[in-house]
């Protein structure tokens, strides 16, 4: 396939087989009409962007039914909250300043600029009214070009733009930088938080890839997209989020920054060399087979802990379903009664985990390891990592 980006020949490194959607969590009735598509990871050998390549329509993705919720991490709440600091405290927003957010989700994050101006947009409907139902003043629909240029019809120009774990999840790239440069005003700033390659490719976490996240970046590769699209990437932050996240802080071409560190930066990844990925894909097909052993080893009496989207990816790559796994413990109401996409595994309220005392626990929601182990501190339980 070519690259989404710049068009030129890509390299594929890995292919994780038929996947159904990661958060489309069913029931039974819906397990004969459901969709799969052949995931499959390609590197750019010019811009140094890895993408997905099979990617669902988005509308079947985020709809009503979308099923992650940010505020499922008690974490990630403070993350934002965070956030939010820098924001108002390093001059990035005036009090009149107007703020938003894109892939806004639940609202987690713009909840903490109620009484500013700030406005989120978020397709999903299930986690929009969620935010809206929290105070948080949101727009359902797609972001593009076309959105931006109805947005700023309305509203203006904004101050700042955040975008988190929702960059690399629109595929429709060329529309959505066009969208955020009509938006941003010319001294305004972008800041955009996403899973780091570089740590994705560390870890082994395989399971990162899956239907929402298109496109993967290093500092290099997101460099490079500024580049194309006449914007500026002014500085970047390291972060521990999710097994190790970049946060960019990005400006229109014409604005001057700190862009020195950035060159210093890049010298730190080495992913610009194909054969680190080749290495990655074998690394991968290890982590399977000893996963597998070790539920084997088990003999199904294992259980699993959070119905992350990642989860899907492991289950489906692995073919694992109820005979290794009974059921998996999850926080999100609308996730709960329902099974697991592809693999069909049952996934049950995380109330009834304190009863049940399961010992031999598979931690799919690894990324929150420090929170989780801190709330199950007081049981006698056996973690299974799944990479
Ligand atoms: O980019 C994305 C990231 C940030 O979040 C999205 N594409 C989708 C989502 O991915 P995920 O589902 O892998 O995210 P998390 O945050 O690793 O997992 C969330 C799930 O874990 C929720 O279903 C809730 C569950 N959970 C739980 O049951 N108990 C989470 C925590 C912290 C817990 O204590």
Redesign the pocket.
């Given at each position: 396939m070519n690259c989404r980006i710049c068009n030129t020949t890509t390299k594929k490194f890995l292919d994780l087989g038929k996947q159904p959607i990661a958060?489309n969590f069913l029931i039974e009735d819906q397990f004969d009409s459901e969709y799969f598509y052949k995931l499959e990871v390609f590197f750019c050998p010019e811009c140094y962007t890895v993408q997905i390549g099979n990617v669902p329509d988005k509308e079947q993705i985020f709809n009503e039914n979308y099923a992650?919720f940010t505020s499922?991490?008690n974490h990630?709440i403070q993350h934002f909250r965070e956030l939010a600091n820098i924001i108002k405290n390093n001059n990035h927003l005036s009090k009149d300043g107007f703020i938003v957010e894109i892939g806004s989700n639940d609202g987690t994050f713009l909840k903490n600029f109620r009484g500013y101006n700030h406005l989120g947009i978020e397709p999903s409907m299930s986690v929009a009214s969620a935010a809206q139902k929290r105070g948080v003043r949101t727009l359902c629909v797609f972001f593009n070009e076309e959105a931006a240029e109805k947005i700023v019809e309305r509203n203006g120009q904004a101050d700042v733009i955040v975008t988190t774990?929702c960059f690399p999840?629109m595929i429709d790239r060329e529309s959505v930088l066009k969208g955020i440069k009509i938006l941003l005003k010319p001294k305004g700033i972008w800041i955009n938080e996403e899973a780091s390659l570089n740590e994705v490719i560390n870890l082994g976490s395989y399971d990162q890839f899956y239907n929402?996240?298109v496109f993967f970046s290093s500092i290099a590769s997101f460099r490079n997209t500024m580049f194309l699209y006449d914007l500026n990437l002014l500085d970047v932050d390291y972060l521990k989020v999710?097994g190790g996240s970049l946060r960019f802080f990005s400006s229109h071409a014409d604005v001057g920054g700190r862009k020195h560190k950035i060159k210093d930066y890049i010298r730190t990844e080495s992913l610009r060399n194909f054969e680190r990925f080749l290495e990655f894909e074998y690394r991968v097909e290890e982590t399977r087979k000893r996963f597998l052993q070790r539920l084997f080893l088990l003999r199904g009496n294992t259980v699993g802990?959070?119905?992350?989207?990642?989860s899907t990816t492991v289950l489906n790559y692995c073919k694992i379903g109820t005979n290794l796994i009974s059921k998996i413990?999850?926080?999100?109401p609308i996730?709960q009664g329902k099974f697991s996409p592809g693999m069909h595994v049952p996934v049950v309220s995380?109330d009834s985990f304190k009863e049940d005392k399961p010992k031999n626990v598979v931690l799919f929601?690894w990324?929150?390891a420090k929170?989780?182990y801190e709330?199950e501190k007081d049981k006698d339980i056996n973690w299974i990592l799944p990479i």
């Amino acid at each position: 396939m070519n690259c989404r980006i710049c068009n030129t020949t890509t390299k594929k490194f890995l292919d994780l087989g038929k996947q159904p959607i990661a958060n489309n969590f069913l029931i039974e009735d819906q397990f004969d009409s459901e969709y799969f598509y052949k995931l499959e990871v390609f590197f750019c050998p010019e811009c140094y962007t890895v993408q997905i390549g099979n990617v669902p329509d988005k509308e079947q993705i985020f709809n009503e039914n979308y099923a992650f919720f940010t505020s499922t991490s008690n974490h990630m709440i403070q993350h934002f909250r965070e956030l939010a600091n820098i924001i108002k405290n390093n001059n990035h927003l005036s009090k009149d300043g107007f703020i938003v957010e894109i892939g806004s989700n639940d609202g987690t994050f713009l909840k903490n600029f109620r009484g500013y101006n700030h406005l989120g947009i978020e397709p999903s409907m299930s986690v929009a009214s969620a935010a809206q139902k929290r105070g948080v003043r949101t727009l359902c629909v797609f972001f593009n070009e076309e959105a931006a240029e109805k947005i700023v019809e309305r509203n203006g120009q904004a101050d700042v733009i955040v975008t988190t774990n929702c960059f690399p999840h629109m595929i429709d790239r060329e529309s959505v930088l066009k969208g955020i440069k009509i938006l941003l005003k010319p001294k305004g700033i972008w800041i955009n938080e996403e899973a780091s390659l570089n740590e994705v490719i560390n870890l082994g976490s395989y399971d990162q890839f899956y239907n929402e996240h298109v496109f993967f970046s290093s500092i290099a590769s997101f460099r490079n997209t500024m580049f194309l699209y006449d914007l500026n990437l002014l500085d970047v932050d390291y972060l521990k989020v999710h097994g190790g996240s970049l946060r960019f802080f990005s400006s229109h071409a014409d604005v001057g920054g700190r862009k020195h560190k950035i060159k210093d930066y890049i010298r730190t990844e080495s992913l610009r060399n194909f054969e680190r990925f080749l290495e990655f894909e074998y690394r991968v097909e290890e982590t399977r087979k000893r996963f597998l052993q070790r539920l084997f080893l088990l003999r199904g009496n294992t259980v699993g802990y959070a119905a992350t989207a990642k989860s899907t990816t492991v289950l489906n790559y692995c073919k694992i379903g109820t005979n290794l796994i009974s059921k998996i413990y999850d926080t999100t109401p609308i996730k709960q009664g329902k099974f697991s996409p592809g693999m069909h595994v049952p996934v049950v309220s995380y109330d009834s985990f304190k009863e049940d005392k399961p010992k031999n626990v598979v931690l799919f929601a690894w990324n929150h390891a420090k929170e989780i182990y801190e709330k199950e501190k007081d049981k006698d339980i056996n973690w299974i990592l799944p990479i």
